[in-house]
């Protein structure tokens, strides 16, 4: 993207239309995931696989049983994203669900991301579908653990470089401090693990019973995440996607504004 690309550059036939329910819903519900962030320079999972991560892919990392074969490895790969996630700061599109939920207090948040962006940008986000970089647990009893993800080295690099990775590569996980038995890991859900059962019931109902859904920056490929703006359509509610690119949902939705969410978003809610 250019940077002083403005939201006038963007073809958005839509805008006025889904202008008019923004200005009329009392809860709405706004769905994020990756490309939320990518303007803060968060990769998605789709961009991060270049320079050294074009070794690992996140379906190779993002499991249990890689954290079992190789601890070391996946823990320093998400100390690695905790860092980096630190050291950038949110986009003009998470202040503007922020500024739109202190004008319309009903609005949920509920985010695929693992980032704290939305939180520094002022919002008060319902549920973290697929956990949090910044919560630790134990992988054998559960227990939360606490963990400095900025002390983690003191290689001197970049939070968030490929320096900083490869300084940290194979750090090993903590041993938990509750059971001193199992390992820390991060309090995320790697693929093959179920949604937080509160978050997922608190993001349902909010949707069942919303006047306006945005879905902004997800590839609607990661189930049941997917699957959450269908119950926004089922409940009568419009639904409105934000993405510069055609994905599984765009067919299904109400209205599309294709471009950037930190373009579209400010535009949407000025
Ligand atoms: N920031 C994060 O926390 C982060 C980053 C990478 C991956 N993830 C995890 O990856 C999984 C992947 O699912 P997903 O659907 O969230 O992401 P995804 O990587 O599958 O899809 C990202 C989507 O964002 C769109 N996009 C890219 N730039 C955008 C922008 N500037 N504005 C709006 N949209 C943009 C892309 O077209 C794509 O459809 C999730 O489980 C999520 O937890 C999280
Ligand atoms: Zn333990």
């Given amino acids: 993207m250019t940077p ?6 963007l073809d ?19 769905l994020t995931g990756a490309g ?6 968060v990769p998605t999972f789709r961009d991060a696989q270049t ?23 996946v823990w320093s790969w998400y100390l690695w994203r905790a860092r980096m996630v630190r050291g950038v700061e949110p986009n003009a599109g998470h202040r503007a669900v922020a500024a739109w939920q202190a004008r319309v207090p009903g609005l949920v948040v509920a ?14 986000v319902l549920a973290h579908l697929h956990g949090s970089l910044f919560r630790f647990r134990c992988a ?3 227990a939360p653990a606490e963990v400095d993800v900025a002390a983690a080295h003191d290689g001197g690099h970049a939070p968030g470089s490929e320096a900083d990775l490869e300084g940290l590569l194979r750090t090993e996980p903590p041993v938990c401090t509750a059971c001193a038995a199992g390992r820390v890991r991060p309090d995320i859900v790697w693929f093959g693990e179920m949604l937080p059962a509160d978050a997922w019931d608190a993001t349902y109902a909010a949707l069942d019973s919303c006047d306006l859904c945005v879905v902004v920056g997800t590839s609607g490929l990661v189930q049941p995440a997917a699957s ?3 119950v926004a359509l089922g409940a009568g509610a419009p639904v409105v996607e934000v993405n510069p690119d055609v994905t599984e949902l765009s067919s299904a939705v109400t209205h599309r504004l294709a471009g950037p969410a930190g373009l579209v978003l400010p535009a949407l809610l000025a």
């Avoid at 939320?36 to 320079?41: L, N, R, V």
């Avoid at 320079?51 to 890689?66: D, I, K, N």
Wanted: contains cysteine.
């Fill in 4 to 9: 002083d690309r403005s939201a006038a550059d």
């Fill in 12 to 30: 958005l036939p839509e805008l006025d239309a889904v202008r008019d329910l923004v200005a009329r819903a009392e809860r709405p519900v706004v």
């Fill in 228 to 230: 959450l703006p269908f």
């Fill in 51 to 73: 320079g050294l991560w074009e070794r690992y892919s996140p379906e190779q990392l993002a499991t249990e049983e890689a954290f079992l074969a190789d601890p070391g490895l």
């Fill in 111 to 124: 985010t695929q991301n693992v980032d704290d962006l939305h939180e520094r940008a002022g919002a008060d």
């Fill in 140 to 142: 054998e009893c559960e």
């Fill in 36 to 41: 939320m962030s990518a303007e803060s320079g």
